[in-house]
């Protein structure tokens, strides 16, 4: 057994504040789940960091057609490219009136469960609210139960 504490970035784009809420609950959730998120906006977080952590979570909006936030391009590119051991999840929030609802999350999933190994996916209509706190701690719960099952099967933790 180890005491090794999984690295987690919780990285995000909100224009409006709904996504932003739904990653700040997702962090609760993680920090009572017994994680140490490090939460970043998009345009905070750099990308040379990306490689440092075990899991990476992403939170995006949709935006016009089902498509992902500009913001997001350059992280899904980054992410695309990174290792297949890397631990992912995505999450999101955006409007049923579309006829690509949480169009972003779907293009996200896709690329996640080519490239990475992907855990789940949570999406929120509009602002998130106390009722999709479950499904927050069920979200992260199966983050971490993936990231338990793939790192049997790892040689070493990251330093
Ligand atoms: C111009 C525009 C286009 C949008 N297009 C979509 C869409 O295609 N699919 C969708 O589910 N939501 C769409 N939305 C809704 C937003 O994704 C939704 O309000 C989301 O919660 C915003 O997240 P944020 O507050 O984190 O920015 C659109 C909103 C705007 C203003």
Redesign the pocket.
């Known amino acids: 057994m180890t005491n090794y504490k999984p690295k987690l970035a919780i990285v995000y784009?909100?224009?409006?504040?709904?996504?932003?809420c739904l990653a700040r609950m997702i962090a609760d959730a993680s920090v009572r789940q017994g994680l140490h998120p490090d939460v970043f906006p998009v345009r905070k977080f750099d990308l040379a960091e990306l490689s440092r952590y075990d899991i990476v979570l992403i939170g995006t909006?949709?935006?016009?057609?089902?498509?992902i936030p500009k913001q997001l391009q350059r992280l899904f590119e980054a992410i695309e490219q990174q290792h297949g051991d890397l631990i992912t999840g995505v999450f999101g929030?955006?409007?049923?009136c579309?006829?690509?609802?949480?169009?972003a999350v779907n293009l996200f999933r896709d690329m996640l469960h080519a490239k990475t190994q992907l855990a789940a996916t949570l999406k929120v209509e509009?602002?998130p609210s106390a009722e999709d706190r479950p499904r927050c701690e069920a979200f992260v719960k199966s983050v971490r139960v993936k990231y338990s099952q793939h790192s049997e099967i790892l040689p070493a933790a990251k330093s």
């Open positions: 784009a909100s224009a409006t504040g709904h996504t932003e909006y949709t935006w016009m057609n089902g498509e929030t955006g409007d049923r579309f006829a690509t609802y949480c169009g509009q602002m």
